[in-house]
């Protein structure tokens, strides 16, 4: 499998960097080489070299380039080509384990000075890129963890909603807006844009990350949430206009 994302100058030439995986590293995530320095119109093509779920995505790039950001490869010998036709500085990281310190430069000709760059916020949707698991191995995700957002929007067709959350570093997860699944039962008709709420979030066995639970920040738990023996008091305050009593109209997830 291979992607292709081609600049509007010719190719000259192409290099590799390789996404790595190395459980006997002391660190485990990295390109390779992590810094390269190529010539405008020259493309590089990122390789993961094994089956592990890595992209590649611009931190900074200098003004008037485009941020890159490449679909999560996942299978061994999966790549994805970018031609780079502006010259500077190109940072960039691969979002599942950036926390973990997976990070590259690009040197396009001549670098850039500090007031020549620019950065910029993306938009990620982490539940379907999922994210790698390791077992024991300090570096990796956890399969389950809570995380503190603000609601831009819902999506009840599709089971999502999104928001921009803290970092999470149960899931080496910087702070990013994104979409987010939801599971099964979890209502959302009651949430609101701009609405600030705590989550729990869990890696199902298709390897996506899913909200499984909804706090609202003042405390108040999404009553349809709430199971046999579990904390969860009912608030009237929760109630709205033709809900069906328990708070919420029974959408189902």
């Not at 790039?61 to 485009?66: C, H, I, R, S």
């Not at 973990?100 to 990620?124: D, F, L, R």
């Not at 949707?125 to 698991?133: F, I, L, R, V």
Request: a negative charge; proline letters at 6%.
């Amino acid at each position: 499998m291979s992607f292709t994302a081609v600049g509007s100058q010719a190719m000259a030439k192409e290099y590799t960097v390789k996404m790595v995986t190395n459980l006997d590293a002391e660190q485990v995530y990295y390109f390779e080489p992590a810094e390269l320095t190529i010539q405008p119109g020259d493309t590089i093509k990122w390789v993961n070299v094994q089956e592990d779920m890595h992209n590649a995505m611009a931190d900074a790039v200098p003004k008037g380039a485009e941020f890159f950001e490449s679909p999560m490869l996942e299978e061994e010998g999966a790549s994805w080509s970018y031609t780079f036709n502006t010259a500077g500085t190109y940072s960039y990281h691969c979002h599942p384990h950036a926390a973990a310190g997976m990070k590259g430069m690009i040197t396009v000709g001549a670098p850039s000075a500090p007031e020549e760059m620019q950065g910029g916020a993306h938009n990620h949707d982490h539940g379907a890129h999922g994210h790698s698991n390791h077992g024991d191995n300090k570096a990796s995700a956890s399969k389950s963890a809570m995380g503190t957002g603000v609601i831009h929007s819902v999506d009840l067709a599709n089971n999502k909603i999104n928001l921009s959350h803290e970092p999470i570093p149960a899931l080496s997860w910087p702070e990013m807006t994104m979409d987010l699944d939801v599971a099964e039962g979890v209502d959302l008709k009651a949430l609101a844009p701009d609405e600030k709420i705590k989550f729990h979030i869990e890696l199902d066995d298709d390897k996506v990350y899913r909200i499984t639970k909804i706090m609202k920040s003042n405390g108040q738990h999404d009553p349809k949430q709430c199971k046999p023996g579990m904390d969860c008091p009912m608030h009237e305050g929760m109630k709205h206009g033709g809900d069906n009593g328990d708070g919420h109209g029974g959408h189902d997830h």
